[in-house]
């Protein structure tokens, strides 16, 4: 059977368009029929590899972590069932009701049935599938145990939303906080402070150091506080213009690695998915050095990857895994234990789990104890400044009231 695209009008006269399978392009036309539509253009499908332009349109939607994980899981269901993987792919275009990931799954099932393997189809949508994915599929293709390799991929891809998700919670709070806090203190500056001051000005009254530090405050932030709004959005949309450059991007990784708390935290999220990843790999049978020199593509951070890279190097030319780790400076003294241990021991792969479950750990702590102290440094700083505005208000009313009096 072939892929087609096809267009075709409704009873309405809608126009709809859409993939199916069919063995010609007759018996389509008939199938639409008789499904209550009129055919206008049948064609076969065009299954093409994703460009780079493709994979950074803002329009164009690929399959999300979660999405694959969903995929990833039936289809190691389907595999695990004996049957064969064009059937399996059919099965699951038909199981996932999103248009985006039925075209996908389509036009990997048509390059199977042109007589790619899964993995070469799989690699046609590096967007959703990237080299990691598709050098396990590769590795379970050859071993025989593509449900086994299917299974952990869906487990590390669940994993890896977890973290994702685990990080965005971690920024939304601080974030939230300080923009609330930021605006209510704007808001208080810019409607409330000019019209008392006002009245001072007006009784012509002596104003103190504070109040007269309130009014110039309040003046700037009126003159000038959508200006600073406007430069720091443009300074941002600048540093992003500038960090497209391969070497700034560089540098801007390994400065933010020696960020006070911040650079251990981006350091040990990083190592974590670097000893996870090469777990994996390695227990799927791919050789250390390639195992490595994958799990460095799926590092965010340049400057890791640039040491990783390094390092897999070291490897090649006959040092040990925990040597050339503990050369690149960023991994902690307990990680380069438990993988010497496993070196020695015969154990890499569970060796190298473990040590990632542990970063992950230490990194839950971190984020933890930062949540705990941040949110209350923050509502201390904002009643402090509440309580500046409140007393440089009052101090003036009240010297006023006793000149009355």
């Not at 939303?161 to 920024?171: L, P």
């Not at 650079?263 to 994996?280: D, K």
């Not at 195992?291 to 990857?305: H, K, P, T």
Request: positive net charge; aromatic residues 6%; charged residues 20%.
């Amino acid at each position: 059977m072939t892929l087609y695209t096809y267009t075709a009008l409704d009873k309405k006269g809608k126009t709809k368009k859409g993939t199916q399978e069919a063995d010609s392009p007759r018996l389509l036309r008939q199938t639409l029929r008789s499904e209550g539509l009129a055919p206008v253009d049948v064609e076969p499908a065009r299954v093409k590899q994703e460009s780079a332009t493709t994979r950074r349109s803002l329009f164009t939607r690929k399959a999300s972590v979660s999405e694959i994980a969903m995929i990833t899981r039936q289809l190691a269901t389907l595999v695990a069932a004996a049957i064969p993987i064009e059937e399996c792919l059919q099965a699951l275009s038909q199981q996932v009701s999103k248009p985006h990931l039925q075209a996908m799954i389509k036009g990997i099932r048509a390059r199977v049935l042109e007589g790619h393997t899964l993995s070469d189809a799989l690699a046609s949508y590096p967007s959703s599938f990237d080299q990691l994915y598709c050098a396990m599929v590769a590795a379970g293709e050859k071993s025989g145990h593509l449900e086994v390799i299917l299974e952990r991929l869906a487990d590390y891809s669940e994993q890896r939303q977890q973290i994702r998700s685990k990080m965005t919670q971690a920024m939304i709070y601080p974030i939230v906080l300080t923009v609330v806090a930021i605006g209510v203190v704007g808001a208080l500056l810019t409607t409330v402070v000019p019209t008392v001051i006002d009245q001072f000005k007006f009784a012509g009254q002596k104003l103190p150091p504070m109040t007269q530090a309130l009014i110039a405050a309040s003046e700037f932030v009126s003159s000038y506080g959508l200006w600073l709004v406007a430069g720091i959005m443009l300074a941002l949309v600048v540093r992003q213009r500038l960090l497209k450059k391969e070497s700034r991007r560089l540098l801007n990784d390994k400065f933010n690695l020696k960020l006070p708390v911040f650079g251990a935290v981006f350091s040990g999220v990083e190592t974590a998915r670097f000893a996870r990843t090469l777990s994996i790999l390695t227990s799927s049978t791919v050789p250390l050095v390639e195992a490595m020199s994958i799990s460095s593509g799926v590092l965010g951070n340049r400057y890791i990857r640039q040491k990783m890279l390094a390092a897999s190097d070291r490897v090649r030319e006959g040092g040990a895994l925990w040597t050339a780790l503990e050369n690149s400076g960023l991994f902690p003294p307990m990680m380069l234990h438990i993988i010497a241990s496993g070196e020695r021991s015969g154990e890499l792969p569970n060796m190298l789990e473990r040590a990632a479950n542990a970063q992950d750990r230490l990194f839950e702590d971190q984020v933890n104890i930062a949540l705990g102290i941040f949110g209350p440094v923050m509502i201390v700083l904002m009643a402090g400044m509440v309580l500046f505005i409140v007393m440089a208000i009052l101090t003036p009313m009240m010297d006023l009231n006793s000149l009355v009096g």
